[in-house]
């Protein structure tokens, strides 16, 4: 990794000037290295280069350290140990062969509270690198695992590496490889930081990971890539802007692999639904709750009258999911591990890499959870059952009532008071454009500012994305969480922008070092929607 910020490659891009930009780069300018620009694009005038202008503030500098001293700690550590290895798992009689910790398709949930100090070991068995990505926490620089923006990748073959930081922010998040496409296998799973002073008054919680699943079923997530574009085949070409340069390549698709992923991504391009434009390009076998299908659901176990919250994360790759509960009503108070003003809804839409906490009363019975595909077939599900109740019987619904009801979009949610960002003009004032190259498999972040997001400590920021494409994505940004102005101040760190749409996001700049701003489509990411959020002194 270049330590010293000189060289780091820095160019303003637009959507005219993608098509002579050679080497792999941060935003838009990863369509170029894939000989993918639009016709008739141009070079655009580069940036100030690092070191010509900026003094960028990197992941070891004595910044981020001195910005984790100064969050509230408990005192308390804790411990765990996770391996990447390869593992076959069964889902419901189909055995897939996959990478995993803990050898299942989720991982185990990680629990810790506000303020701990939280230590894991993370050894790696798999063929190739990879990084640990704490989704959702507010951590120092050095620990977000994005490599090679934040470390060095884990050595494949029993590399290890020791993640060491304060959780300062209470919710439901979650944590994943973000290495290539291996979270669209096994490597994620859930974690929850409780909140000493939480005040909903529940008396239990369950945690809901849903997944789209693709690996080991007759096909891989590198030879769907592969389908979706045979310039990325055998390269990571997501990962910050750097990756090209040091991840190891991913394994050629095999013919067979390569034949059936072409056949799901032709099946792909579902109904608009509540996103609007197209849905998704890839249509999954199977869609997963707690790692098992609906065929063999993970029952999740309540006491009659208990209100339980539901910690729902979408870990998939590419699928929003409708999540509904038979027979009740879902009241929604948290996104992404934010409070909100009480929402009565009957449904909900989760986008990749969101989450969203809702209450229910349990009422007694046995009660299918079902989060179907949103705007094409498909679903995962499983069951509610209280403990005075007979098993649920015969197979689970594909669909509820409840999905046709009350659905309450992100747009409608508004921020507790607890999490609303105080209201001041912003220091620098961004926009972006998100795009497509033609009709290829080739996706940007481009503008004038895309390779040129920089901030110094103490700032507010605003970016505006504007959405040029014909589908929806879930913006994410690394190490910070934005208020989004339109939804009076919602706090999010992955809000989707639709199709056609404007919108801009608002956080303070505190949080030093270097951040990426990527969307949360795993594929989309690889083909090049990202950038970089870079501190300067």
């Not at 949930?109 to 959702?136: C, F, I, K, Q, Y």
């Not at 940004?477 to 989707?496: E, K, M, N, S, W």
Request: with cysteine; net charge negative; glycine share 12%.
């Amino acid at each position: 990794m270049n330590r010293s910020g000189a060289g780091l490659l820095d160019v303003r891009t637009s959507r005219r000037g993608v098509l002579r930009l050679g080497a792999l780069g941060v935003g838009a300018w990863g369509l170029g290295s894939l000989g993918l620009g639009l016709t008739g694009c141009a070079p655009q005038t580069p940036a100030p280069a690092a070191g010509s202008g900026y003094d960028f503030i990197l992941p070891h500098d004595p910044e981020v350290a001195a910005a984790e001293a100064a969050r509230t700690s408990s005192g308390r550590t804790a411990a765990f140990a996770l391996a990447a290895g390869a593992a076959v798992v069964d889902l419901a009689g189909r055995k897939a062969t996959t990478w995993a910790y803990g050898g299942e398709a989720v991982a185990p949930v990680l629990r810790a509270s506000r303020g701990d100090r939280m230590h894991v070991a993370v050894t790696n068995a798999l063929p190739e690198e990879t990084t640990l990505h704490w989704h959702g926490i507010r951590i120092r620089n050095d620990m977000d695992g994005a490599a090679p923006t934040t470390q060095d990748p884990i050595a494949a073959n029993g590399g290890t590496f020791d993640y060491d930081f304060v959780v300062p922010d209470p919710g439901t998040h979650w944590y994943h490889s973000h290495s290539g496409l291996q979270a669209d296998r096994g490597l994620f799973g859930a974690l929850i930081v409780e909140d000493p002073d939480d005040r909903t008054g529940v008396d239990a919680d369950a945690v809901i990971v849903i997944d789209d699943w693709v690996d080991g079923l007759g096909t891989t997530p590198d030879a769907v890539l592969a389908a979706l574009n045979p310039a990325l085949a055998g390269a990571h070409g997501g990962h910050g802007g750097h990756a090209a340069q040091t991840a190891s390549p991913a394994p050629t698709p095999e013919g067979a692999a390569l034949t059936l992923a072409a056949d799901l991504v032709s099946q792909g391009h579902g109904d608009s639904g509540a996103l609007g434009g197209m849905t998704q390009h890839i249509s999954y076998p199977l869609h997963l709750i707690n790692g098992r299908p609906p065929e063999d659901p993970a029952v999740i176990d309540a006491v009659a009258g208990q209100r339980l919250r539901l910690r729902v994360i979408n870990a998939a790759a590419e699928t929003p999911y409708r999540l509904a509960v038979g027979g009740h009503e879902l009241t929604v108070v948290a996104v992404d591990g934010f409070d909100t003003r009480p929402q009565k809804a009957d449904t909900v839409i989760v986008g990749m890499a969101q989450r969203v906490d809702v209450i229910v009363t349990v009422r007694s019975g046995a009660w299918p959870v079902v989060a179907s595909v949103e705007g094409r077939p498909g679903h995962a599900a499983t069951i509610l059952k209280t403990n005075d109740a007979m098993p649920f019987s015969g197979p689970l619904p594909t669909r509820l009532d409840e999905h046709s009801r009350h659905l309450v979009m992100e747009s409608e949610l508004r921020p507790a008071e607890s999490g609303v960002l105080d209201t001041r003009p912003p220091d620098r004032d961004y926009r972006v454009e998100l795009i497509q190259a033609g009709d290829r498999y080739a996706w940007g972040i481009a503008g004038d500012d895309a390779g040129a997001l920089v901030m110094k400590q103490g700032e507010r920021i605003r970016i505006t994305m504007t959405n040029s494409t014909p589908m929806w994505h879930p913006m994410h940004t690394h190490g910070h969480t934005f208020a989004v102005p339109q939804y009076g101040g919602l706090r999010r760190d992955t809000v989707i922008s639709l199709p056609g749409s404007q919108l801009a996001i608002e956080f303070d700049a505190d949080n030093p070092g270097e951040w990426m701003f990527h969307c949360h489509n795993a594929y989309h990411f690889e083909a090049g929607m990202t950038t970089n959020l870079r501190y300067i002194r």
